[in-house]
C-alpha cells in the first residue's frame, strides 16, 4: 500500500462521516429550528431517526484519525499543534451532544430540565460542524506553515480567517440540506412536507454559501482556489456537483425524495471530492506534502491485513444494525 491509497481512504472516511455523522448534526439543528403547528412530531421524527445509529457513525471519524496518526505521523502531529483549539472544541461539542441527547431523551428530570438539554443538544449539533469546516478551511488555506516538523504559524492561523468561517457555515449547510432530505424520506405526509420545503430552501442557502467560499479562496487561499479552478479535473467534478444540487431541487419538487436521497449523497460526496483533489497530494497546503508526512513502508505493507481484519468484524455488525433500525421501522405519526 502506498500513501496515496492511504490518502485515498481517508477521503472515503470523511465523505462516508459527512454523509452519516453530518447528518446526525444537521438534525440537531432541524431540531432548534423545529416549528410551527409539528414542531413537537419534528422533534420526536429526528430523535426517531437518530437514536439508534448516532453515536455508530462516529466511527468514520475516528477511523480517519487512526489512518492518519499510524499513517501520517507527521501530518498528524502538525495538525494537533496547529488547530489544537478549533478540534478541542469541537471535541467538546460532540461530547455535549451526546450527552444532552440521552439526557433528554432519558433522563428522569422535570420536563423543564429536559428542554434545556435540548437546547444544549441543538446547538452542539450546530457548532461542531461549523469548527470541522474551519479546521479543512485551515489545512486548505496555505497559512498554516512548517518549517522541518515545526509549526512556525502559530495557534490562530487558517482557521480564524474569513475563509474558514465561510467554509464553516458552508459544511453545516450541507449537513443540515442532507438531514432534511434524509427526514423527509423517514417520514410521511405533513411532517415530509415539513421537511422537503426546509431542504428545498436550504438548497438555495448553499449554493449562496458555495459561491461565497469561491471568492473567500479566492481572496485568501490562493494555492486552493487555482487547484479549484485550474486543473484538469476540475469543471467536470464543478459540473457534476452541479447537476447534483439540480437533481435535489428537481426530484424535490416532484415529492420523489428517495431519488433526492441519492442525489444529495452525490452531491456532498463531490463537495468533499472536489476539496480533496484540490489538496493536490498534501495533507497540509503547502508545506505537508504525502512524501513528507512520515509514512513508514512496515506500516504501510501491514495496513491492507490490519483493514481485511477490521471490516470483517466490522461490515456485518453495520450492515445488522441498519437492518434492524432503518430498515424495519415504523415512521413516526405527524402529530
Known amino acids: 500500500m502506498t500513501p496515496?491509497?492511504?490518502?485515498f481512504l481517508l477521503g472515503?472516511?470523511?465523505?462516508?462521516?459527512?454523509?452519516?455523522?453530518?447528518?446526525?448534526?444537521?438534525?440537531?439543528?432541524?431540531?432548534?429550528?423545529?416549528?410551527?403547528?409539528?414542531r413537537r412530531a419534528q422533534r420526536r421524527a429526528i430523535a426517531h431517526a437518530i437514536a439508534p445509529i448516532w453515536e455508530v457513525?462516529?466511527?468514520?471519524?475516528?477511523?480517519?484519525?487512526?489512518?492518519?496518526?499510524?499513517c501520517f505521523p507527521h501530518a498528524f502531529a502538525a495538525v494537533s499543534v496547529a488547530l489544537h483549539i478549533p478540534l478541542v472544541l469541537a471535541l467538546i461539542c460532540i461530547v455535549l451532544r451526546g450527552a444532552a441527547f440521552v439526557f433528554r431523551s432519558y433522563g428522569l428530570q422535570p420536563s423543564?430540565?429536559?428542554?434545556?438539554?435540548?437546547?444544549?443538544?441543538?446547538?452542539?449539533?450546530?457548532?461542531?460542524?461549523?469548527?470541522?469546516g474551519m479546521c479543512l478551511a485551515a489545512l486548505s488555506s496555505g497559512q498554516i506553515r512548517i518549517e522541518g516538523q515545526l509549526v512556525v504559524s502559530g495557534f490562530l492561523a487558517g482557521w480564524t480567517s474569513s475563509f474558514a468561517v465561510c467554509v464553516g457555515l458552508f459544511a453545516l449547510s450541507l449537513f443540515t440540506l442532507l438531514a432534511a432530505v434524509y427526514m423527509a424520506v423517514e417520514t410521511q405526509g405533513e411532517l415530509r412536507d415539513d421537511f422537503r420545503r426546509r431542504a428545498l430552501i436550504n438548497e438555495l442557502v448553499s449554493g449562496a454559501l458555495a459561491g461565497?467560499?469561491?471568492?473567500?479562496?479566492?481572496?485568501?487561499?490562493p494555492l486552493l482556489f487555482g487547484n479549484l479552478l485550474g486543473a484538469p479535473w476540475s469543471l467536470p467534478a464543478q459540473a457534476?456537483?452541479?447537476?447534483?444540487?439540480?437533481?435535489?431541487?428537481?426530484?424535490?419538487?416532484i415529492g420523489k425524495v428517495e431519488l433526492a436521497r441519492l442525489a444529495v449523497m452525490a452531491q456532498v460526496g463531490f463537495v468533499v471530492l472536489g476539496w480533496g483533489l484540490a489538496m493536490n497530494g498534501h495533507l497540509i497546503l503547502p508545506d505537508m506534502p504525502l512524501a513528507r508526512a512520515g509514512a513508514q513502508p512496515r506500516v504501510l505493507a501491514s495496513l491492507p491485513w490490519v483493514l481485511l481484519g477490521g471490516a470483517a468484524l466490522f461490515v456485518p455488525a453495520l450492515t445488522w444494525l441498519y437492518r434492524v433500525f432503518k430498515l424495519q421501522r415504523e415512521p413516526p405519526a405527524d402529530r
Open 12 to 38: 472515503v472516511a470523511v465523505i462516508v462521516y459527512a454523509l452519516t455523522g453530518g447528518a446526525d448534526f444537521g438534525g440537531g439543528v432541524w431540531d432548534l429550528l423545529a416549528s410551527g403547528p409539528r
Open 212 to 221: 461565497l467560499v469561491l471568492w473567500r479562496a479566492w481572496a485568501e487561499a
Open 240 to 253: 457534476l456537483t452541479a447537476v447534483a444540487a439540480a437533481a435535489v431541487i428537481a426530484t424535490l419538487l
Open 4 to 7: 496515496e491509497h492511504v490518502f
Open 57 to 70: 457513525n462516529h466511527i468514520w471519524m475516528i477511523f480517519a484519525v487512526v489512518l492518519l496518526f499510524t
Open 112 to 132: 423543564q430540565a429536559r428542554a434545556r438539554w435540548g437546547r444544549v443538544f441543538a446547538w452542539s449539533s450546530a457548532l461542531t460542524p461549523v469548527f470541522l
